[in-house]
């Protein structure tokens, strides 16, 4: 079974057209994959799909823009996957 | 439908938050200045409109579903089948299921149809977001009541 993360670089890859080999866990989706909010959208999409989450974009973005969070927590794809598998683990708990 | 002023339902027949489902009766008037140009002598309705009442109709689901905190705002067209011409004075019928709500965007599956035959079909995603001024929070809630939805969904 893949990874988190290789999953979400997967979805990445084919949604945005991104080679895979360009996606890190240390790339941010934005400022190192250059992925838009509209194409972040169709990631996200993918992505709550694919684990059956809803990833809270709304509070992570309020979050940013408020200065009480780096966009790397949220933006970066190992954080990205780790937050994910927390939200994964708070479905199932 | 009144095309000129993008008010594309005309009745909201079925509204089940619950099973992510509506349905709308949209009907085609018999003329409109949007024939005199599409096109003359072969009036049809623009594919771009059978889209927008997909949208629009998914749309009062959307909102209803959160009791008119939000707005949903066009953001994708996926998939889009325009499978037959839309001609003056038709009656359609339009449908939207909801797929998915997620964090700030919601994504419909919306289909049209007319005597039972498909017409059209999307999946649609919007943006949602909160009203951004209570002017087009008022005029919505206006709207909604003219086109019939239930007024259980218009309050929080």
């Known amino acids: 079974m893949p990874s988190t993360y290789d999953t979400i670089a997967g979805i990445i890859s084919e949604t945005c057209d991104i080679p895979r080999d360009k996606i890190t866990p240390d790339s941010h989706a934005i400022n190192d994959l250059g992925i838009d909010s509209l194409d972040f959208l169709d990631v996200a999409f993918a992505i709550d799909k694919a684990f059956g989450i809803k990833m809270p974009l709304e509070k992570w973005t309020q979050e940013v823009n408020e200065g009480k969070a780096s966009s790397d927590q949220y933006f970066v794809l190992k954080d990205l996957a780790a937050n994910i598998d927390q939200l994964v683990a708070g479905k199932a708990a | ?156």
């Open chain 2, 1 to 156: 439908m009144r095309l000129e002023y993008f008010q594309m339902v005309d009745r909201i027949t079925l509204l089940d938050p619950d099973a992510h489902l509506v349905r709308a009766e949209c009907q085609v008037p018999e003329a409109s200045p949007v024939f005199e140009g599409h096109f003359p002598g072969h009036p049809i309705l623009p594919g771009v409109l059978m889209i927008e009442t997909m949208a629009q109709t998914g749309g009062w689901l959307i909102m209803a579903s959160q009791r008119f905190a939000n707005m949903p705002f066009l953001l994708q067209v996926e998939k889009a089948k325009l499978r037959a011409f839309v001609t003056p004075g038709q009656p359609l019928q339009a449908e939207a299921e909801l797929v998915h709500e997620g964090s700030g965007y919601a994504v419909v599956k919306g289909r049209l149809s007319s005597g039972g035959k498909p017409v059209a079909e999307a999946e649609i995603r919007y943006r949602v977001v909160p009203f951004p001024n209570p002017t087009l929070r008022a005029q919505m809630l206006e709207t909604a009541r003219r086109v019939a939805v239930p007024e259980a969904f218009l309050h929080g």
